[in-house]
């Protein structure tokens, strides 16, 4: 092959394009606050829609009952019960069940997809067992989870605006999914209600809250990416004068949407060029589990053709879109061998590729390059938020002990990206400020949250 360039360019040039150093991170954090109060201004005046929770009043440990959780998010759809036992009890018992979606669900109509839904629901709901109690004649109430972006119009129902993370379901955007879940469940005579419908990051910050009541924010990061927070009411000139009784709500930020000076390149913009919602979701392309990996195939594509990575012959096998998943290059990043057998198995597993050891090398470089901007470029999103909260209210945020709630499974099992996280945080903080802002992981809290925030909008209190 002619113009064969070497690879150690390439990988130096993208280090280049990806670098976050530390005034790219403040420029991005100080675009981030500023983009918060555009788009609590008016509706539509920023990249976020900082759209309202109708969630008021946030978990006490008071809550007592059972209550039904339903979580649809990505990947796989959750249900779990609990049952709560106030604030001596906690949570007596839970029990959960995980369904995967199957793939041609995604590109469906709507009433296949929640009737797959309620379908799942119902035989778990059968098999609710003894430690779980419901006083007679009541309702099973839900708290639903729905992590795509919708328009909230009270705690009970909400308009998807858009699907997002790989799902075209056709027929959903545009209503309400409370009612096509309500008319899922009525198809099959299941008899259950939706009493708050959330957002997962919402349902993890109400989740997080329960046991913590320093815990002011949380963010998803799995298959997609989401932040919220605690807002005081008289913040959101959007509102116009709407107050609850505690006058502080849940602002579910949408900051995947997020774009303003993020360090992007060619490899980007190719496949937000071919994702199903190109010029959308740019934060969320940049950092979210959905795109980590597919971004790193696009790079090692590029190597493959101008630098003969793995040499003359390459399998077209690696040219397969979204072929490498963030699992995979985890897992090459974690592989601690001498010789990166790893590394090697999966490049062969994956893509019939046979790799060298140099070769090896440079593809951990190149996910380390992809993995390292993500985390460093969320924690900026994260200190944007701290950001905008204590300049409306001095002292508050950074002179106390200040939770911020982490889930998702990209967060969860990438210690790298957790990592490159939580040193742009400090870097961006300092190591004094720093040490008051706790980000931490809460295992399962959107789906405890989504259910405690049912039993707070019940129909029976
Ligand atoms: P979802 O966001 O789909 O509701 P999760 O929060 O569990 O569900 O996140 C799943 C996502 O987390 C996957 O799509 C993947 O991107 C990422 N992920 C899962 N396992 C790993 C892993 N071992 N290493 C890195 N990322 C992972």
């Not at 539509?44 to 008071?62: A, F």
């Not at 360090?263 to 980590?292: C, H, V, W």
């Not at 945020?397 to 990206?417: P, W």
Request: glycine share 10%; proline share 3%.
């Amino acid at each position: 092959r002619s113009n064969v360039v070497p690879v150690a360019p390439i990988l130096t040039k993208l280090q280049r394009d990806c670098a976050t150093p530390l005034p790219v991170l403040r420029h991005v954090a100080d675009a981030m606050t500023a983009d918060m109060r555009a788009g609590l201004a008016v509706d539509g005046g920023s990249d976020l829609k900082m759209i309202l929770s109708y969630v008021d009043s946030l978990p006490t440990g008071n809550e007592r009952g059972l209550f039904y959780a339903l979580d649809l998010g990505g990947t796989n759809f959750r249900v779990l019960r609990v049952q709560l036992g106030g604030k001596e009890e906690r949570v007596q018992a839970t029990e959960f069940e995980q369904v995967s979606i199957p793939q041609e669900l995604m590109f469906g109509t709507s009433e296949e997809l929640f009737d797959f839904i309620a379908s799942g629901l119902e035989i778990f709901a059968q098999k609710e067992g003894g430690k779980f109690h419901l006083p007679h004649g009541r309702q099973r109430e839900i708290g639903f989870t729905f992590s795509f972006p919708v328009k909230q119009t009270s705690i009970d129902s909400g308009i998807l605006i858009k699907w997002t993370k790989g799902f075209a379901v056709s027929g959903t955007a545009g209503r309400d999914v409370v009612a096509c879940l309500n008319e899922a469940m009525e198809r099959r005579g299941l008899d259950m209600r939706v009493s708050a419908l959330v957002n997962d990051a919402v349902g993890t910050l109400a989740g997080a809250r329960y046991w913590d009541d320093d815990v002011m924010v949380a963010v998803i990061l799995g298959t997609g990416t989401n932040a919220c927070y605690v807002e005081r009411m008289d913040a959101i000139p959007k509102l116009q004068g709407s107050k609850s009784p505690s006058g502080r709500t849940i602002i579910n930020t949408e900051w995947g949407a997020f774009s303003k000076g993020l360090p992007l390149t060619k490899f980007d913009r190719d496949m937000d060029a071919a994702s199903i919602n190109p010029g959308e979701q740019i934060f969320e392309k940049t950092i979210s589990g959905m795109y980590l990996g597919e971004i790193v195939r696009r790079v090692l594509v590029n190597m493959v053709e101008d630098g003969a990575l793995f040499g003359k012959s390459v399998p077209d096998k690696l040219s397969t879109p979204f072929l490498l998943r963030t699992p995979n290059i985890c897992a090459m990043q974690q592989d601690n061998s001498e010789d990166l057998q790893d590394v090697g198995s999966i490049l062969y597993d994956l893509a019939g590729v046979e790799s060298n050891f140099n070769a090896r090398k440079v593809v951990v470089e190149v996910c380390d390059t992809i993995v390292r901007r993500g985390g460093r470029l969320a924690g900026a999103g994260i200190v944007g938020i701290l950001q905008k909260m204590e300049e409306d209210s001095k002292g508050i945020i950074f002179g106390k002990r200040t939770v911020v709630a982490m889930d998702g499974g990209l967060y969860e099992n990438y210690s790298q990206c957790r990592r490159y996280l939580q040193e742009a945080v400090t870097e961006l903080l300092g190591t004094e400020i720093s040490k008051n802002v706790v980000i931490e992981h809460t295992k399962d809290g959107s789906g405890i949250g989504a259910a405690l925030l049912a039993s707070a909008n019940s129909k029976y209190d």
